[in-house]
């Protein structure tokens, strides 16, 4: 798997990660259920600053920090902002590039999201205290055309007081193939979760993502880290004009 492949695969996963469908039902478990629609209620209401850094196979940086600023309240054209690529001053080529990039994330989102195919009647308690409730949520059969659904688990930390999400991880189950040629070892997608104002439930603070397999006779691997900082609350584009929205989709790495 080279670098493009690579990254085209981890970042394929953040987009969809925590997207959540607009209908929970009345079938999953109370308290996920609680947790993921007080998530669903802050949809698009924070402005953030987004600092991405990519590692190779041997866990050594690859390039510098990239650092995006997205703003939900601007147009849709204007919603990211490029404001560092690679630890530098990004040259308009590049900055083309990243834009062009932007555009089929957001295309790829408006695709059937990874909550509408998480099987969230099936959720179960997998851990118990007074700390936390672990989920485990499979995912629906024949959720991706590419990747095997039944080789993937999702799992959610909530907190039992608050009734709001601490942890997200999505992950592999064991190894599988992919195209027949691509072996792939390991995939982990892991969100940690930060109260930013207390009124409000807590927000992705730090995503990673990692995998590793074997293409041909070749070891590949690599992983991103994500952080997310310097929030604001702001007001919707879409609620400038009372725009109704169908479906809902919590938030797109």
């Known amino acids: 798997m080279n670098h493009r492949l690579r990254k085209r695969l981890v970042l394929g996963w953040l987009a969809g990660l925590l997207l959540l469908a607009a209908g929970l039902r009345a079938e999953v478990p109370p308290l996920l259920n609680s947790a993921l629609r007080k998530l669903q209620a802050d949809e698009n209401r924070w402005a953030f600053t987004q600092t991405t850094q990519e590692f190779d196979r041997k866990g ?9 600023r997205f703003d939900p309240s601007q147009h849709y054209d ?44 099936n959720a179960r308690a997998v851990e118990t205290s007074d700390a936390k409730v672990a989920f485990a949520v499979p995912l629906l059969a024949g959720a ?58 807590p927000q992705p603070a730090r995503i990673t993502a990692s995998g590793a397999g074997r293409v041909l006779f070749f070891r590949v691997g690599g992983a991103v880290n994500i952080v997310w900082s310097e929030f604001r609350r702001v007001t919707p584009y879409d609620d400038r004009f009372k725009v109704e929205i169908g479906e809902m989709k919590v938030f797109g790495f």
């Open 60 to 68: 050594e940086p690859e390039g510098g920090l990239t650092v995006e």
């Open 78 to 121: 204007q919603q990211w902002t490029l404001v560092s690529y690679q630890g530098r001053e990004p040259t308009p080529r590049e900055e083309r590039a990243w834009r062009k990039r932007k555009a089929k994330e957001t295309k790829r989102r408006e695709e059937k999201s990874l909550g509408e195919v998480m099987d969230l009647e």
């Open 144 to 201: 991706s055309k590419r990747l095997p659904a039944e080789k993937f688990v999702v799992r959610m930390d909530v907190d039992p007081a608050n009734e709001t999400l601490q942890a997200f991880r999505l992950e592999t189950t064991g190894d599988f193939r992919v195209l027949g040629v691509a072996k792939i070892d390991r995939i982990e997608v892991a969100a940690e979760f930060a109260t930013v104002d207390p009124q409000f439930a």
